[in-house]
Nanobody, 124 residues
Framework: QVQLVESGGGSVQAGGSLRLSCAASGRFSKNYCMAWFRQAPGKEREGVAAIDSDGSTMYADSVKGRFTISKDNAKNTLYLQMNSPKPEDTAMYYC??????????????????WGQGTQVTVSS
């Protein structure tokens, strides 16, 4: 079982920057995907970015070029660097761990382990 704890959320002005962290513990498979999802009030959960055990990344079109997902294997920590955030990026952000299918898929139903979430609020 994998345990995930997010941190780093808060309030930021549009055009600023914010870095989210997700500390992971527990037993990981040799190949795995880790991802960031978000959910705004009244909206469906949305996949933001994913990274696999080899470091390959993928992004939702809405954040491509602005957000960067990375991981530090030595620290067992996943990151999401948010540059030039927009008010529409306001949401609860969750990290998740799931299976590697030869690649990562940003579909929440495939991810079995979730953190408790960290709130990000972007003001204009």
């Amino acid at each position: 079982q994998v345990q995930l704890v997010e941190s780093g959320g808060g309030s930021v002005q549009a055009g600023g920057s914010l870095r989210l962290s997700c500390a992971a513990s527990g037993r990981f498979s040799k190949n795995y995907c880790m991802a960031w999802f978000r959910q705004a009030p009244g909206k469906e959960r949305e996949g933001v970015a994913a990274i696999d055990s080899d470091g390959s990344t993928m992004y939702a079109d809405s954040v491509k070029g602005r957000f960067t997902i990375s991981k530090d294997n030595a620290k067992n920590t996943l990151y999401l660097q948010m540059n030039s955030p927009k008010p529409e990026d306001t949401a609860m952000y969750y990290c998740a761990a799931g299976p590697w299918l030869g690649y990562c898929v940003l579909a929440g139903e495939l991810f079995r382990s979730w953190g408790q979430g960290t709130q990000v609020t972007v003001s204009s």
